[in-house]
């Protein structure tokens, strides 16, 4: 058994389960029966939404052959909304009696199927395990039930349940990509009103990672910051699995669900009074100079927490270089509440 070592943190051993089996290690042996070897090992990716997490999930898709060569396979939304896993994606408060049947009969046919993988390891990634972005965005909290959506989710995976990754992203960038993609689906404008209960909304990203910890509290659970990570999605599934350090991968193509800009966002809105709640060019900023600071701030709050260890629960992981030229609040070279708006990239 090998075990994992962070650099950049040293997590508290506070019930979260610092030991991955090695990948590598299994791949040379011979295809594992239900009644002989190590079980397989299981990866969770849960995005978040507008954190190129569709990016990764093409990106791991197109290296399916190296995976397979090193015992790895994947399911993306393609496998996992494909019906065998739908009683976990309902919101909380739309769970009856007989869906919740149906979830337990997907979590005891899906603990079969992985203990008869002749697989190594299995990552998963889908963000609609922690909630829908429409929902964040209608309910004005950042993904308020995800607890109870993931303790659908815990009797499916938990036991085999090694690793679970999440990125985040600075809320002003979050809201503005979230509502954009709400807002161009919807054809519709925005309001202040909307814009103010976005911003003061009180949840943050620590708490969707408590929420996580509380459910999956055997998983070691890995956080990087999408501003740092953007563009970079070898080096996020590396770190996921960091038995494929030696697997070669090959060159990603591009990123995928970008946000709109103004002008898109604009041209599928048919009344021209709500046309006009979305002001600029290039990427949209929806919040004022004020407000961006504030989220930004919190923010940052948000990065000093993990990179002082998260309390236990979490281990972070950044580059030190920057891949995006949006702001990541307390990154070094960077100052809190630094405004680069003006030189976003629109990455979804």
């Known amino acids: 058994m090998r075990k994992f070592r962070s650099v950049h943190l040293n997590a508290k051993k506070t019930g979260t389960n610092l030991v991955l089996r090695g990948v590598g290690a299994h791949a040379a042996g011979a295809a594992r029966t239900p009644s002989a070897g190590p079980r397989m090992d299981l990866y969770l990716h849960l995005g978040a939404h507008r954190t190129g997490s569709t990016t990764f999930q093409f990106f791991a898709r197109s290296q399916r052959r190296a995976l397979r060569y090193a015992g790895v396979s994947v399911w993306g939304p393609s496998e996992t909304r494909d019906g065998r896993m739908d009683p976990f994606f309902k919101a909380a408060d ?26 190594r390891a299995l990552l998963i990634s889908d963000e609609n395990f922690l909630g829908s972005m429409y929902a964040n965005v209608r309910g004005r909290r950042l993904y308020e039930d995800a607890g109870r959506r993931l303790v659908r989710l ?11 990754g999440l990125a985040i992203r600075s809320y002003d960038r979050h809201w503005a990509s979230s509502l954009a993609f709400v807002l161009r689906k919807e054809r519709r404008g925005t309001n202040p009103t909307e814009l103010a209960a976005l911003a003061a909304q009180p949840r943050r990203w620590r708490d969707v990672i408590a929420d996580v910890a509380a459910v999956f509290p055997r998983a070691e659970i890995v956080v990087w910051p999408f501003e740092s990570l953007v563009g970079a999605p070898g080096a996020v599934l590396r770190r996921m699995i960091p ?13 995928h669900h970008p946000s709109p800009s103004c002008s898109e966002l604009r041209a599928t809105i048919p009344m021209v009074r709500a046309r006009r709640s979305i002001r600029g060019e290039g990427a949209w900023s929806p919040f004022d100079a004020d407000t961006s600071a504030y989220l930004r701030a919190q923010y940052a709050d948000d990065i000093a927490w993990l990179r002082a260890g998260a309390d236990g629960v979490a281990s972070y992981f950044e580059t030190q270089e920057i891949k995006s030229p949006e702001v990541i609040a307390g990154h070094p070279g960077l100052t809190r509440g630094t405004d680069h708006d003006q030189r976003q990239r629109r990455v979804g």
Request: net charge positive; proline share 10%; with cysteine.
């Open 94 to 119: 739309r769970v009856t009696p007989a869906l919740a049947r149906a979830g337990r009969q997907s979590s005891k046919a899906l603990r079969v199927r992985f203990s008869q993988s002749p697989d």
């Open 243 to 255: 038995e494929l350090t030696t697997v070669p991968l090959s060159p990603r193509a591009g990123h």
């Open 154 to 164: 815990q009797p499916a995976v938990a036991r085999d349940c090694r690793r679970i």
